[in-house]
């Protein structure tokens, strides 16, 4: 019985661990999105879990009103989105800071 729940332990760790790793992000891309333009933030089922920090953020982000041309601008928008996102507290994919100047990757 010990063993059994020594095993199950070691499994949950390790599921624990490795789903609350962080998406590779490149060339300004996380899961093969493009990281600016038009977003929609949805309850569920979304393109990219994303976590909000103040901190050592992946992707430092830009609201704008205007479309969004660079790295890290995004339009928030109801309809016609590029993206969808849904924020969360844990197990995203990608690390966000909302900023004023300088959006873009770290």
């Known amino acids: 019985m010990k063993l059994l729940f020594t095993a199950f332990l070691t499994i949950a760790c390790n599921f624990l661990l490795l789903n609350n790793t962080v998406t590779q992000i490149n060339d300004c891309k996380c899961n ?16 990219l879990r994303v976590r909000v920090v103040e901190s050592q953020p992946d ?8 479309s969004a041309i660079e790295c ?25 800071k ?6 873009g990757m770290n």
């Not at 093969?32 to 393109?47: H, Y």
């Not at 890290?72 to 966000?96: K, L, P, Y």
Request: aromatic share 10%; glycine share 8%.
């Open 32 to 47: 093969n999105i493009e990281l600016k333009g038009r977003v929609k933030v949805v309850p569920f089922g979304a393109d």
């Open 59 to 66: 992707l430092r982000v830009r609201k704008v009103e205007r």
């Open 72 to 96: 890290g601008e995004w339009q928030f928008v109801d309809s016609g989105e590029d993206f969808t996102i849904q924020i969360v507290n844990e197990f995203a994919d990608i690390r966000i």
């Open 98 to 103: 909302y900023v004023d100047v300088s959006p």
